[in-house]
């Protein structure tokens, strides 16, 4: 999985926050666009859609992920759950204060606790991968803009909510953790499923627009018109 700034292909006005999910034979599995850019992402990020709000079926497990602050949302967190996701990846910017900033200043990242409830809440494997960006990485000019930078803090949860690996110390890192199976998510839903015995379906019903957003869609009862 990686992270890219993406165009859209159509306007070529708008750039979305984007994931790729890309298969081991080298084939791209999936795309999703962040649903919603936080505080002043919102300037350059376009709002993404339920499209790619999907989990993926590999070998080893079924596979997901959300940016950031998504996982502050709620729903589409659980939108995978309900999917059975088993290895999840949720992505940041990659810095990690050591205590909360006092209010009434809320904005800060919660990567790990964000990322800990959710392995918590899913019953899966959470890889919490957190950017690098040091100001030496960057123009002169702009340095100024990012402030202290991203110092990543990477770290890899175990389904009950626990690290397992890092958090890596600050700057690139490659993180391993050994003794992970399938045996652990089925145990820890076995124990809560969420979107299972855990769920009360008859009073609670989350409905997922998967189509893609587009400038321009038919009605599905709309009769035809030439040139669309």
């Not at 494997?125 to 990543?152: C, F, K, M, Q």
């Not at 627009?209 to 038919?218: C, K, L, N, S, Y």
């Amino acid at each position: 999985m990686i992270g890219v700034a993406e165009l859209d292909p159509r306007t070529h006005g708008t750039v979305y926050c984007t994931m790729l999910f890309i298969g081991r034979e080298g084939r791209l599995l999936g795309r999703h666009r962040k649903l919603k850019p936080t505080h002043a992402e919102r300037i350059a990020w376009g709002d993404g859609d339920a499209s790619g709000l999907c989990v993926h079926e590999r070998s080893y497990g079924r596979i997901s992920g959300l940016n950031c602050w998504e996982h502050q949302m709620v729903l589409p967190g659980y939108a995978l759950i309900a999917q059975g996701t088993q290895v999840h990846v949720s992505t940041w910017p990659g810095r990690e204060p050591e205590q909360a900033p006092s209010a009434p200043t809320p904005l800060w990242p919660r990567q790990l606790l964000l990322s800990r409830a959710f392995a918590s809440q899913a019953a899966c494997y959470v890889v919490a991968s957190a950017g690098v960006l040091r100001p030496a990485d960057v123009p002169e000019r702009y340095r100024d803009l990012i402030g202290s930078g991203h110092t990543g803090q990477s770290c890899i949860i175990d389904p009950r909510g626990e690290i397992i690996a890092g958090p890596a110390p600050e700057g690139e890192d490659i993180l391993v953790a050994r003794g992970c199976s399938l045996e652990a998510v089925m145990a820890a839903k076995a124990a809560c499923d969420t979107a299972g015995h855990y769920a009360r379906h008859d009073i609670f019903k989350l409905l997922v627009d998967g189509r893609p957003v587009g400038a321009a869609r038919e009605k599905p009862d709309a009769e035809p018109r030439a040139g669309l």
